[in-house]
């Protein structure tokens, strides 16, 4: 497919190119040909116009039908599989097996939205009949539902060209629940969101669902994702970034007259706590794990293991020794764009410049134009930790810092210091039951997922999933943008009392003895 550089607005003229921007390639800093438009508050409005006058239609359309265009979205994603693919890799320098692992979680979790809508357990239904005769007052007829909140904002996210982008989790959660979706491209990869794009908008067509609840508007600046959240007619947002860039959006959809959800996740440092029995037996193991998980990716996850508790000793040194030598190994390899590389040199050299922390590992390339990166280890005593808030936050890339603790007591109360998470590891024997109980009691109240002799990097898409945790992982603890509870995030309920049969929503025309 050739890529037109065009926003994709349902009966919107064709986009004026006059003001554009351009991909990069970040394995050799060189632009992409193509040029691709500068959304405007003006292409936002018309979008989310459209999008609002055929919510009702598209929320009335049964759970079959959106199920159908989950589907559709299938068959034309696998149709361009090839361009989609190609593109992402110049876009990204990401390598294309992993692509095609991204490609594949892709078509899988608008599979997963397919089966689970059509099921419709997901409105979760609640049917509490008429009592006349109770006492001392009787009770009414109450049916609950669950309704969709209305169009949506999608922000597509920089590190999951497929699987968090244009036709990814958000995207699919959404319209299974009945939402219209206005979609932010993300600037570092335009030409793969317009291909996802137009397989959305082709599936609109093929199923004979209006095409006015999908829209995609490119930008390379703030300009399209401030109109989107701050447009009344927009009811939720969902955004996978940074800190920065997901709180100022939720402070934007706070400001509102009408203030809405964003659910934003924002990453994590994700603390693995490695017990001394486990250090001992498992040491070695652990190492060459560890470090490939804090390299995977080039470090570009959201649970990418950006702090590591241990107590000092023989085994921690040899432990530390081991992972010294498997990032040693390391070749250098592109971040998503100089941006990214970038803000990791900062966040890297602030740590780096933090009172108590020395390097072990430091192979960063400092080149402001090069996207390369290398692998960064770093140890602090767990005194100077607690001394310095700033060696909590993430750093977004391929480092770790390790804290030296002098006993398992000290890790309790590192644990209580953290910020929310995530994830948080644990890496422990059959005989550390008891301590495990007392970090667990802290770390459950930190996290939104605990893992046990495993490492953070790889999230399951499933119905137990959960990818979400307390601020500053996320704004809102209680939902997961991973799995099929991501649907959740655009539903309501809805109760309707003493509703006679013929004025009820489908599913709640449930006779009173039924």
Do not use: W
Not at 236 to 257: I, N, W, Y
Not at 341 to 361: C, D, E, H, R, W
């Amino acid at each position: 497919m050739i890529l037109t550089g065009q926003h994709i607005i349902s009966g919107y003229p064709a986009t004026s190119l006059s003001a554009t921007f351009q991909a990069v390639n970040p394995a050799i800093n060189e632009c992409l040909e193509g040029d691709f438009a500068e959304g405007s508050a003006a292409d936002v409005a018309a979008a989310v116009t459209l999008a609002a006058k055929d919510f009702d239609l598209f929320r009335h359309s049964s759970d079959a039908k959106r199920g159908e265009l989950l589907n559709a979205i299938v068959s034309e994603l696998l149709v361009l599989k090839d361009d989609i693919i190609c593109r992402a890799n110049l876009e990204t320098g990401l390598p294309l097996p992993r692509l095609e692992g991204e490609f594949v979680r892709t078509i899988n979790q608008l599979k997963m939205f397919s089966v689970f809508v059509q099921d419709g357990g997901y409105k979760q239904i609640h049917l509490d009949h008429a009592i006349s005769d109770r006492q001392p007052l009787p009770r009414p007829d109450l049916r609950l539902t669950q309704i969709p909140i209305g169009p949506v904002a999608v922000f597509g996210a920089s590190n999951f060209p497929l699987a968090f982008s244009v036709a990814g989790g958000d995207t699919a959660s959404a319209l299974a629940a009945g939402c219209p979706v206005v979609a932010k491209g993300h600037p570092a990869h335009p030409g793969t969101s317009e291909l996802a794009g137009r397989a959305i908008q082709q599936a609109l067509q093929n199923t004979g669902l209006p095409d006015t609840v999908f829209s995609l508007i490119q930008g390379s600046d703030h300009t399209v994702g401030a109109a989107l959240v701050q447009h009344p007619e927009i009811k939720g947002v969902a955004f996978t970034g940074s800190q920065s860039g997901g709180r100022a959006l939720f402070d934007l959809a706070a400001a509102r007259s009408n203030p809405i959800p964003v659910f934003a996740e924002m990453g994590s440092v994700n603390p693995i706590f490695i017990l001394p029995r486990a250090m001992r037996e498992m040491g070695p193991d652990l190492a060459v794990k560890y470090a490939e998980s804090l390299t995977l990716g080039v470090g570009q996850f959201c649970t990418n293991p950006g702090l590591l508790f241990a107590v000092k000793g023989e085994s921690f040194d040899l432990f530390i020794e081991n992972v010294n030598n498997v990032l040693a190994q390391a070749q250098p390899l592109p971040m998503l764009h100089v941006g990214i590389k970038q803000s990791f040199m900062a966040q890297l050299g602030k740590m780096k410049a933090t009172q108590g922390v020395s390097s072990i590992v430091d192979k960063s390339l400092s080149d402001d134009k090069s996207c390369y990166a290398s692998p960064a280890l770093l140890v602090v005593s767990a005194e100077d930790f607690l001394l310095h808030p700033n060696l909590g936050e993430e750093v977004f890339g391929p480092s770790s810092l390790v804290i030296q603790c002098q006993s398992q007591e000290q890790m309790l109360l590192l644990a209580e210091r953290l910020q929310g998470q995530l994830t948080a590891t644990l890496h422990t024997t059959s005989d550390d039951k008891e301590f495990c109980r007392q970090l667990l009691t802290i770390l459950v109240r930190k996290v939104g997922r605990l893992i046990c002799n495993d490492f953070p990097t790889g999230v399951e898409v499933c119905a137990a999933m959960h990818h979400g945790g307390p601020y500053p992982a996320t704004t809102d603890s209680r939902f997961s943008s991973v799995g099929t509870t991501a649907i959740k995030r655009f539903l309501r309920p809805v109760c309707f009392q003493n509703f006679n049969q013929d004025l009820l929503p489908p599913e709640l025309q449930v006779d009173q003895e039924d």
